[in-house]
């Protein structure tokens, strides 16, 4: 019998195409789903093609310094999304709720603590983000991403899930079908460039900076920019005469990475478990500014498996970013090794493995329930 699930998901697309992952898992096995997000505008553009959940939104904002002004703000607000959670679960009771990370799951795995419903968090990352680290004391089990994770833990029963991956992105095309879609042709290696949902702005200037050196390369570049910076990048790439197609954001995801033959990222969790759902070697820039360096991390340990490159931003010149991607596309046995040790080091299947986690406890007491008794007849002695 189908029950209610909750799934904490916004803020992010790192926190949400994970979790609508998930949600597509649990909805499939006919349970009723109801995600809770942020009032950011990329949570509501995501969302438009999911009809089949529940939405609703939640007023959390991100936690200041305790000693600003907008402290008081942020208080204020989690009470509201605390109390709304309250009145949610009452009314739905539902199974188990899922944080995925970020200011938008503290409230709702407090309010399920407090109705002494079972939850779960999942952190994507290497390092534990703020969010997850606090709200852990009260969850049941908590799902990683990566085994390196788990110090950040020590009182809390874990499991390595990986990341779940969006269902949309289904499986690798053909090659010449995937080309296609961008105008692009067989004949030349394909460079998919993305800076993911923070420090687009900066990979586009370096690209920019390295367009006079591309050039010279038998390469056609897919370059997916974030906003503001498609038109700039089109006008480079055209000025160079380099094959390009130039978008602020792509829908079709699975399109690019069949195209590809290396790509150029940060290093965000979600980014990364969609790069090694299809196998790609990758050159990883990581986000300077992220809280506590975890895209380093997540990186590293890429790097380590053999399945990309890491290049700081700091020490980026274009003379560099060209012979890395020279030394991988050029050398094939290099290239092979690194896409096998891609398809290698995340667990596959990371949705259903969170889901299944979810279910655990539903169905423990379903089995109990079911459990037939010995008659006992008080009369007979």
């Excluded at 596959?348 to 037939?372: G, P, R, T, W, Y």
Aim: proline content about 5%.
């Amino acid at each position: 019998m189908g029950k209610h699930f909750v799934i904490a998901c916004g803020g992010t697309g790192g926190h949400l195409f994970p979790g609508l992952a998930v949600a597509e898992i649990l909805h499939e096995r006919g349970h009723e789903i109801i995600l809770l997000v942020s009032e950011k505008e990329i949570d509501a553009l995501a969302l438009r093609h999911h009809p089949e959940f529940r939405v609703e939104k939640l007023p959390s904002i991100g936690m200041p310094s305790c000693f600003s002004f907008s402290f008081i703000r942020f208080l204020h607000r989690s009470w509201e999304s605390f109390s709304y959670c309250l009145h949610l679960y009452r009314r739905y009771r539902p199974a188990a709720v899922l944080g995925m990370g970020g200011f938008t799951s503290a409230t709702p795995i407090l309010a399920a603590h407090c109705c002494k419903i079972p939850s779960y968090i999942h952190e994507s990352n290497a390092i534990a983000g703020r969010a997850n680290r606090f709200t852990a004391r009260w969850t049941s089990k908590v799902l990683l991403g990566f085994q390196a994770c788990t110090p950040c833990f020590p009182k809390n029963q874990c499991a390595i899930t990986g990341t779940p991956v969006r269902r949309d992105l289904g499986e690798r095309l053909p090659k010449d079908e995937a080309l296609r879609k961008f105008k692009l042709t067989l004949d030349r290696k394909t460079i998919l460039v993305m800076g993911g949902s923070q420090g687009a702005a900066q990979v586009n200037q370096i690209l920019f900076k390295a367009v006079s050196l591309l050039k010279e390369l038998p390469i056609q570049i897919i370059h997916f920019t974030g906003e503001r910076d498609d038109h700039l990048a089109a006008i480079n790439y055209q000025r160079e005469g380099i094959h390009a197609y130039v978008a602020s954001f792509y829908h079709e995801m699975n399109e690019a990475y069949s195209a590809a033959d290396i790509v150029i990222s940060r290093a965000g969790a979600a980014s990364l478990s969609e790069i090694a759902h299809f196998a790609l070697p990758s050159i990883l820039i990581p986000f300077p500014f992220a809280a506590e360096h975890h895209q380093h991390c997540n990186a590293t340990i890429f790097e380590q498996a053999g399945a990309a490159e890491i290049l700081e931003e700091s020490s980026i010149t274009p003379e560099i970013l060209v012979h890395r991607i020279t030394n991988i596309l050029n050398d094939s046995a290099r290239h092979e090794r690194m896409t096998h040790a891609a398809s290698m080091i995340l667990p596959h299947d990371a949705a259903q493995a969170v889901a299944n986690v979810m279910e655990e406890k539903f169905m423990e007491l379903q089995q109990d329930s079911c459990k037939i008794r010995p008659f006992a007849d008080p009369l007979i002695k």
